[in-house]
């Protein structure tokens, strides 16, 4: 069971850093929408079409099974909701293995 707790450190880790790739695409569409960043430039096109193919499977899937709300898109804070629990989970089997 404790060969377990470096996978689960690494899958925690992973999850963390998607969640982060998560706020950056918010962040990035923010920005592209209101006209801040020039999205014609390579730079910020290369960064915005990376972060959208990590991104966009996952809020595509969630998309389908949320209703619209107006003009608002919860699909991303649901997602990092769904990190947060897993990761949470995470935490717990872990303490639950090493602890005994």
């Known amino acids: 069971m404790v060969l377990l707790v ?4 690494v899958i ?4 963390g850093i998607y969640s982060w790739v998560v706020i950056i695409a918010v962040v990035l569409s923010l920005l592209a929408q209101f006209n801040v ?17 990590m991104t966009e499977p996952l809020l595509r899937y969630i998309r389908r099974y949320l209703p619209a709300f ?3 898109d919860f699909s991303p ?3 990092l909701l769904a990190i947060y629990l897993v990761r949470s989970y ?3 089997l872990r303490g639950w293995m ?3």
């Open 12 to 15: 925690d880790i992973l999850l």
């Open 98 to 100: 090493i602890g005994g």
């Open 90 to 92: 995470l935490g717990i």
């Open 6 to 9: 470096p996978i689960i450190n």
């Open 37 to 53: 960043i020039n999205t014609h430039n390579r730079f910020v096109y290369f960064v915005g079409n990376a972060v959208n193919q």
């Open 70 to 72: 107006g003009g608002l």
């Open 77 to 79: 804070v649901l997602l």
